[in-house]
Structures are given as C-alpha cells and as structure tokens.
C-alpha cells in the first residue's frame, strides 16, 4: 500500500520510514512501470521529496532544522568552518580592474550623502568614479570629495549588471552577494550554477572504524539530508543547475535532480578509490537516469556493478563527451545464450518496454564525438590483469566490445536486441572524432576488432603505454623483450595494431623512453592515407625518469625512426609527410641538454631527409608541463 504523504509531517527527518516506502512502492511494481514513472517523474521518490523540499521550504522549518545534527557532525571530522571567510582586501582593487575593461560602460559618480547604507538589504548606489587623470578607478573611500551624482543601482538596466559583474572572477562573485539583495539577486544565478557533494576523502575517519556499517548508515543518512537542503534551496531560489559532481558521495537510485534541474550540461561521479576499512568505492545503483541535457559524463574510480553506462542515459539525449576512468564494470553483464524469459527480463531492465521503446526503432542520430578510455586500473588504482580467455565477455572485455560496437559485441547486443531495432543509443561510436585510451596488454589484441565503427571519422587518437620492464637497458629491451608492458596484464599480442582507422590524422602517443620500441612499431601499422598530407600530425611524448643522461641518440637511431616513418607492407606503403613532434618529458628533473640535443639533431635529420618528405618535424623538452628553452 502506499504512504499517504500528507502523513509526512514536518519534523525531523525519518530516513527508514522513506526507505521502507519507497521499497514497498517498487515491489507492486513491474521494472517497466517502474521505469515509466522514474522517466515522467510520476514515482513515489519524486512525489516524496517535492513534499520534503514543500517542509524545508517552510519559514522556521523543523525538517530543516534537524538537518544540522549530521552537519555539524561532518564539519567538526573535517576541519571546515561555517563562518563565511573576511572579503579580501584587494577586492575592490580586482572588482575595479575588471569593471574597467568594460570600456563600452559608461562610467558614474558615487554621491555618499544621497542615501546611507545601513543594511545588507539596502540598494547599493553605483560604486565607481574615475581618480583625477589617472584613468584607474578608485573605491568609494577616495572619491568623497569628487562631483556627486544622485544615480541609483537600480536605475541601471539589468543587463549592464549582469554584463558587468559577469567579469569579475568566482570567488570575488561569491563574496560580492554579500552586498546587498539587489546584486545577490543577480549574481547567485551565476554563482550556484555548479553544484558539488562532496565527502572529503578520507571520510571514514568521521567515526570510528570499529563500526563500519554505522559509518555507512550515517554518511547516507547524512548524503539524503544534504540532497534534500539542496533540492530545497535550488526550489526556493529558482537556480538553474549547469553541473552536478557527485565526489566520495554515496549515489541514491532514481537521481533527485532528474526532473529538478532541466537543464544539467556536465555530470561528473568521481570516487578516490582507497578505503582501508570500508573498501568499496562509491557504485552508481540501478535504476538511476540522467537528464536529456547532459552534454558531458564523467565516471571516476567508481562502480556500476549490475549496471550499465548506457542504462544511466536517456535515448533521446544528446551526449557529446564521455570520460571513462579506471571504473568497476560498466558493460551489460550477459551469458553465452538468453532464453525467452530471460532476453525479457533483460528487455524490461533496460526499459525496452518502457520510456526507450520509441527510440529503439527510430533512434536518434549519434551524438557521442569525444571518448577517454583508461581501464588500465580499477578504483582501487590496482592494475587489472587477465591472463585467461573466458567464454563470455565480462568486465572490461564486455565494456569495450559493447562499447565499440565490434563483431563480438554486436553478437551479444543481438541475444536481446531485435532486428528493426538499434542500441546502443546515446553511446554509438559511428561519429566518434576524437578518442584517448589507456588500456592494458590484455587489450592489445582485440584493439583492432574496435575500429570499423569509427574507421571513417576518428580523425584523432591518444594512445597512453605503460612503462616496460626496468630490469634491461633501452637496447636490450629492444632486442630481447619486445613491448611487453609492465606488469603485463595479459595477452600475447604485444602492440597495438592501428590498421583500420582510415581517417586518422592525428596521433598522439605517451610512454616512458623504454617503451619507445613499442610506440613506434603501433606507429608504423598507422595505414591511414591522411597521414599523407602535410596538415598530419605525430607527437611522440616521451616520459625521461632518469636523473642521468639515457643516450637518446643511441635509442632512438635516425635509421630505425626513417624505417618505422616510411611506407612498408604494414600500413599499406604509406608514409608519415605531415608534421612530427617528439617531446622529451620530465616530471622530477630537466631532461639532458645532451639527450635533448640528440632529439633536436635526430628531427633535424629526418626533416633534411627528401625522400621521406616529411612537413615538419622538431625536438621539445618539458619539465613536468613547462615547456623548456
């Protein structure tokens, strides 16, 4: 039976009495209805709290009031101080210099004598004057002797408010609410575009270890509370949400700000993925749905275990740029075969029978344009290995068979997925433009499977290697070993194959210097003819750890870089003639002058090479992200 929310008083905040509701409300439910109420917004969770954000609202609110309890719990764990911190003492001066490039702005004189502020509350007159020649603007504190005028804040229209606070920086916005309603009224739009839920990292110190599953109750109890506040404040105040980051935060089904905030651009889950004691990182549950607006979804050191990326989406959004970082399953876990009431029971826990059936026969055209692909570690920052094939796809394997569409992701869409129908819908690669990918040795081998979905419009590719064995010198590693990775983590193809990508003209490749046989035999498959063209682009990045010099030049002969450059059987005859960099990088000492002198004479040398062709080619050398002269 269902609650009765007018029961549902003002007072302190139950959190069983919601969670027993809520569970009661779903078990009379099938997974299609249930589905079809979260996507209208008709679910129990989305009535419940609009009754709950109702008694926040209210002047003096209990509801609100308890809320404190928890807050002040977390705040005393952590360090963080309510008080609202002093305004700089350079905040006039950075308002000032800031107004001032508003040279389309007319400028006015503040008259100190026509009205006395005595409250926040009252209308600010206009603040600026122009010191005597100087041409710099000066705070109220130096113009009292200056010509008055009887000009008024609100006289002004509101677009020249919004224009000119507009280019004051964050924190200074921030702080400028405090001076009086009317600029509060115009800045907080700007200032609470972006909301964050945060838990600091090392949350579980707030209570005592001995009791883990205590900690867990309180800090979800305390994450409702604050979602609940959130969505009050956000009602109350008319904000419009541009972002949400859910960071260490405990994720709730169904999503508070599905049908709250409209128009969310950029979704951000990210977890820091080391818990000693309560060592699970934070896992996205299902049924949980996003809005149709989201633009941008990043998924950091968390988990979707008995969910999907795809099932997070709504089929007629339109999603452009996805981040995947060393996450926890992802891909729809399936079995080798379905039977009927199985393939069913799949079909309604994707909402095939729901709110996606429309779009499944007349998709939406793809939308999905950038991709970051880094499943070298799980959230616990260990590197995944697998050394044995298995008969199904799971885990990384399923995420990126499905992801990528390839012939064996495809036979295991088919198990489910009709003939007339099309999924996935918002993670199609077949306009994919731009893809970075750090993956594993396992993966080497199935890397080429993943191109023909995007052969005709990745343009451009990063490609991340991890560092080879330390135990052999540059030369015998090359000779003896082969790339093997570090740590290898599976498989026996030892590089990956680029053959297949027609469109390629853009490639970008990060290792450390040991791995640069590796870097240049993936190279030398490039069979794209872009790569022809003068407009190509190769960066070859380079990590140098030694303090000492490495001997660049015997490394990397001018030989061995003119073969691996050049046409072969490998990439079709076809030769690299656009522009290569290589960039020597450091992240503790300044690489070499003499290794950085080897770079600049190798390029050097391939760029005088006729024959090869090459447009451009030059020698760089960073410290950490500082480009060095």
């Not at 509801?63 to 002093?86: E, K, M, N, Q, Y």
Request: charged content about 20%; glycine content about 6%.
């Amino acid at each position: 039976m269902e609650i009765d929310l007018a029961t549902v008083v003002d007072g302190e905040f139950d959190y069983d009495l919601m969670g027993k509701a809520l569970d009661a409300y779903d078990d009379a439910l099938t997974p299609s209805q249930r589905w079809s109420r979260i996507h209208d917004g008709t679910h129990l969770y989305y009535r419940y709290m609009a009754r709950l954000i109702e008694l926040a609202n209210k002047p003096k609110s209990l509801l609100r009031t308890s809320f404190d309890a928890c807050r002040d719990i977390i705040l005393a764990h952590t360090g963080v101080s309510a008080a609202s911190s002093p305004i700089p003492f350079s905040f006039a001066e950075r308002m000032e210099s800031v107004l001032l490039r508003a040279a389309e702005l007319p400028l006015w004189l503040w008259d100190p004598d026509s009205q006395s502020r005595t409250s926040s509350d009252a209308c600010p007159p206009v603040v600026l004057a122009r010191s005597g020649g100087s041409g710099v603007l000066s705070p109220p504190s130096f113009v009292e002797r200056m010509k008055p005028s009887t000009l008024r804040a609100t006289e002004l229209p509101t677009e020249i408010w919004d224009s000119v606070l507009s280019r004051l920086e964050y924190d200074v916005q921030l702080l400028s609410r405090g001076v009086c309603t009317w600029w509060c009224n115009i800045l907080t739009p700007r200032t609470h575009a972006y909301l964050v839920l945060s838990l600091p990292d090392r949350w579980t110190d707030i209570i005592p270890h001995e009791e883990p599953e205590e900690v867990v109750t309180f800090l979800r109890v305390f994450a409702m509370e604050t979602e609940i506040d959130v969505s009050a404040t956000i009602v109350k105040r008319g904000l419009v949400v541009r972002g949400v980051r859910f960071q260490n935060w405990p994720v709730f089904p169904y999503n508070f700000f599905l049908h709250l905030c409209l128009e969310v651009e950029t979704v951000v889950f990210e977890d820091h993925g080391s818990r000693p004691y309560v060592a699970r990182p934070s896992n996205i549950p299902c049924p949980f749905l996003l809005p149709r607006s989201v633009v941008d979804l990043s998924l950091i050191r968390v988990s979707l275990e008995h969910y999907s990326i795809e099932g997070m989406l709504s089929p007629d959004g339109c999603l452009h740029r996805l981040y995947i970082d060393s996450i926890q399953e992802g891909g729809l876990y399936l079995p080798a075969s379905l039977s009927s009431s199985e393939r069913l029971c799949v079909r309604d826990s994707l909402a095939f029978n729901s709110f996606r059936r429309s779009s499944l026969s007349e998709p939406p055209a793809p939308s999905l344009k950038y991709l970051k692909l880094d499943i070298l570690r799980d959230p616990y920052g260990i590197q995944v290995t697998r050394q044995r094939p298995q008969l199904s796809l799971t885990g990384g394997f399923a995420l990126v068979h499905q992801l990528f569409q390839s012939e064996l992701g495809r036979l295991q869409y088919g198990l489910f997925v009709g003939d007339s129908e099309t999924f996935p819908l918002q993670m199609r690669v077949s306009c994919l433009e731009e893809l970075d990918m750090c993956i594993g040795t396992q993966y080497y081998g199935d890397a080429s499977l993943l191109w023909p979905g995007m052969s005709q419009s990745l343009t451009t590719l990063t490609v991340r290697i991890r560092e080879p064995p330390v135990s052999l010198s540059p030369l015998e590693y090359g000779v003896h070993c082969g790339p093997v990775a570090e740590h290898h983590s599976g498989g026996s193809v030892s590089n990956i194959n680029l053959n297949g990508l027609a469109a390629l003209s853009t490639l970008n490749v990060f290792s450390v210097y040991r791995g640069v046989y590796g870097c240049m035999q993936m190279i030398s498959s490039w069979a794209s003819s872009r790569k022809e063209l003068p407009t190509s682009l190769l960066n070859l990045n380079l990590e140098v750890t030694d303090f000492s010099r490495i001997h660049l030049g015997e490394i990397m002969g001018f030989d061995y870089m003119r073969r691996k450059l050049d046409g072969d059987v490998r990439n079709n005859g076809l030769a690299f003639r656009g522009t290569f960099t290589l960039a020597l990088r450091s992240p503790q000492w300044i690489v070499d002058d003499r290794d950085y002198d080897d770079g600049v004479s190798l390029a050097a040398a391939l760029l005088s090479d006729t024959t090869l062709g090459l447009h451009h080619a030059e020698c760089v050398r960073y410290h950490r992200d500082t480009l060095v002269v």
